[in-house]
């Protein structure tokens, strides 16, 4: 079974430039998550779409990140214009978000690491 | 916040048994996840509790007591390839069902 995919796998960009970031969660998948990562911490959810819908996006800085899954498939995060702080690993992961699973256990892809000079 | 704290790092040797312990905030809870990431690399599943008491898979265990808000993770029989960073994630519940909320993780460095 194929895993979550993401590209690109690393991104070196200079603040004020914009970045986007693709995941393609395992087939099947209905709920799909965007993470940041910074070194050292823990992830932290920036968006959970359900299908094409956004379930929760309240850490997800508005006014330079931005989030799409059009036909509730693959997923792209954007973040326009990029600053300093932005550099971490952006971590996709998807579950199957069906209400009658015991638990819905969330599989990682393996990341895009971001660096912003 | 979810105030989920673990410690920051531990060592231990080969062939040793280490717990890591987790506590977190009991409100809106919805089972306990435990997570293996290697440098480099995404997090990968290890365990989940929802219940109260300990779960066994081969080498690695987990517990919950839901009333005191802690769990701890246990690795028995030490490897070098177990020296990763090891997550505490807390799943909520109502409108925001699946949500995990991650611990900063605990560093394990298994010596020789």
């Known amino acids: 079974e194929a895993g979550v995919a993401q590209s690109p796998r690393y991104k070196i960009i200079e603040k004020r430039q914009s970045v986007a970031f693709w995941c393609n969660p395992i087939?099947?998948?209905?709920?799909l998550y965007w993470y940041q990562q910074i070194l050292g911490q823990g992830p932290k959810l920036l968006i959970q779409f359900q299908n094409n819908g956004v379930v929760d996006d309240s850490q997800l800085p508005k006014d330079r990140f931005s989030a799409e899954r059009l036909k509730g498939v693959d997923s792209t995060l954007k973040i326009q214009p990029a600053k300093l702080e932005d550099s971490a690993v952006y971590l996709c992961?998807?579950?199957?978000?069906?209400?009658?699973?015991?638990?819905?256990?969330?599989?990682f892809g393996p990341g895009t690491r971001l660096t912003v000079l | 916040g979810q105030n989920i704290d673990q410690p920051t790092e531990m060592t231990a040797t080969e062939g040793a048994i280490v717990q890591i312990n987790c506590t977190y905030q009991?409100?809106?809870?919805?089972?306990l996840f435990w997570y293996q990431q290697h440098a480099g690399e995404a997090p990968t599943f290890l365990s989940y509790?929802?219940?109260?008491g300990l779960e066994e898979k081969g080498r690695f265990s987990s517990f919950l007591s839901r009333s005191k808000g802690y769990s701890y993770l246990l690795l028995k029989e030490l490897q070098m390839k177990d020296s990763a960073s090891y997550l505490c994630?807390?799943?909520?519940?109502?409108?925001?069902?699946?949500?995990?909320?991650f611990g900063r993780g605990t560093q394990l460095t298994v010596w020789p």
């Open positions: 992961a998807s579950s199957l978000g069906k209400g009658e699973t015991v638990y819905n256990e969330q599989f």
């Open positions: 509790n929802v219940l109260d």
């Open positions: 994630a807390k799943s909520s519940g109502g409108s925001t069902l699946g949500r995990l909320y």
């Open positions: 009991t409100s809106g809870f919805n089972g």
């Open positions: 087939s099947g998948h209905a709920t």
